[in-house]
């Protein structure tokens, strides 16, 4: 009987220790819960990037067990506003994908986003050189890291060309030679939208004057007479046919032979000339246009997008893991690809190298920007404001089909600049 009182009271503990042991198991998974850190992490684009991103979260996820993403993404029109709104209440997400002109505007001081220098043990910032970084520096603090580089370029339907006997344009003038021989069968040598439109002008106006539009600070220092100066060269554009009105201006006329010539960001470049290259048109990457006696380029550089983390964050660590996995990591370096353009960063370019995907428009289009790195200017952020790229383009119109006067419209510009 004790035998068998004996062996129930050890069965009963055996029980009681194993639920105790369930209960304490419970427990640590319950604190292992909670030890979880969460991140958010905010970008814009299409489908397609997006698709490719939450893949990417995917997978850091699975590599860092111990951090949940969520992510806030969306199209361009109206991310500006919700970033705005997520400033100014201290709400923005802890990684972020931004644009080069928000880090004058949301940190001219160096103190609107998190110190990545202060985060070096987990962001391996020896992928990119001093001079990649300085681009996210103010006052010695890295607010943000470029993800790839930016120009405007211009990309060619070398078959139209070859067709009217024409080389390619390597100076302004060849631009209105080339409107004379194709203007007969309705096709422009060039075409473009507003903003590269006012990049095309601002560099005509660099080189021919030796003037810049902005000062050493950034800030715009056009006058009237630099306006008026402009204008008439972008009526003298229209005038002699060598672009199409802007309003009648769609990537869709180059695919069509429209236009013998598009201009575009390198992060475009694939979008804006696939369909003819799909076709078997020979598209290629022009120089950058060059006035006789030019003493400066005017033609401009930046960061495509860069990444950024919240200076409000609460998790500054898993926030700078994540950046280094969208940054650094083979395994986004693959799922991106070029879509961004061509990556920065050594060990992504490195693993896009190893997998034979460098090739196409826009990896000829970046290797034109590194041949040209000591030419080109660092772009003034203000130039990529709509109120002076749009005010410019807008206002012209009066101009160019003889609304108002030259001084009128002039002014009408440096008051849109400056008010």
Known sequence: MKKIYRFFSVLLCAVFIL??????????????QSSVERITFSWWGGNSRHEYTMDGVDAFEQLNKDIKVDCKYGVWNGYTKRQN?????????DVMLINY?????????????????????????????????SYGEVNGKLNAIPIAFNAETIYYNKDLYDKYGLELPTTWE??????????????????????????????????TTGKSPCDKDGN???????????????????????????EQYDRII?????????????????RYCSDLLDNGVNVTVGEYPVAEG??????????????????????????????????????MALLQKTEKGIPISDSAYEALEDENMLDGISVTANQQVS?????????NTVLENENVYLGFVNESTYYLYDKKTLEEVASSIYNEFYN
């Open 19 to 32: 639920n105790l042991s369930g209960c304490l198991s419970t427990d640590e998974n319950v604190e292992v």
């Open 85 to 93: 709104i997520y400033v100014k209440s201290n709400e923005e997400p």
């Open 101 to 133: 002109s928000w880090i004058k505007e949301y940190s001219p001081e160096g103190d609107g986003f998190y110190d990545i220098y202060k985060l070096a043990d987990y962001v391996d910032l020896s992928n990119f050189t001093k001079n990649e970084l």
């Open 174 to 207: 060849d631009f209105f030679d080339a409107a004379k021989v194709m203007q007969k069968d309705g096709i422009y040598p060039l075409g473009m939208g507003d903003k590269a439109l006012f990049f095309f002008v601002i560099s005509y106006f660099e080189q």
């Open 220 to 246: 715009l220092v056009l006058t009237r007479e630099d306006i008026e100066y402009m204008l008439k060269f972008y009526k003298r554009l229209i005038d002699e046919k060598v672009i199409p009105p802007i």
């Open 254 to 270: 180059f695919f069509q032979g429209k236009t013998a010539a598009t201009m575009a960001w390198i992060s475009d470049a694939d």
């Open 294 to 331: 030019a003493k400066t380029l005017g033609w401009y550089v930046k960061p495509a997008t860069m990444y950024a983390i919240s200076n409000s964050t609460q998790n500054p660590e898993a926030a700078a893991k994540l950046l280094n996995f969208l940054l650094n990591s083979k395994e």
């Open 371 to 379: 041949d040209n790195q000591d030419r080109l200017s660092v772009m």
